[in-house]
């Protein structure tokens, strides 16, 4: 799971990203902190990764988006989706497959 480092005041903390986006242009961070590092796991060559959005006319804000991931090792495939626009912050769907605390 992608995790950000903000340091502040109090140091350094690590926060998971579906912690960091509170709500419409509101995230983890204060007023004195700063977002120093984004980790994202490295995607396998089994990976397959896509997005869409649906805006009135090229340009605009989009609507609603759709961001999905999925990986087939052979067994199982497992998949992952968040809907990035849909609500005031980043939501993972989690009847595709549960957010890994």
Do not use: N
């Amino acid at each position: 799971m992608a995790r950000s480092t903000i340091a502040g005041p109090q140091g350094s903390r690590i926060v998971r990203a579906d912690d960091f986006f509170k709500g419409l242009f509101e995230t983890a961070l204060t007023a004195r902190d700063v977002l120093t590092a984004i980790r994202i796991p490295a995607a396998g060559a089994d990976t397959r990764v896509g997005f869409a959005e649906f805006a009135r006319r090229h340009g605009d804000y989009a609507m609603v988006g759709l961001a999905a991931c999925a990986r087939a090792d052979g067994q199982a495939p497992r998949a992952m989706s968040a809907w990035p626009i849909s609500a005031s912050a980043p939501r993972r769907s989690a009847h595709i497959m549960p957010s890994r605390r």
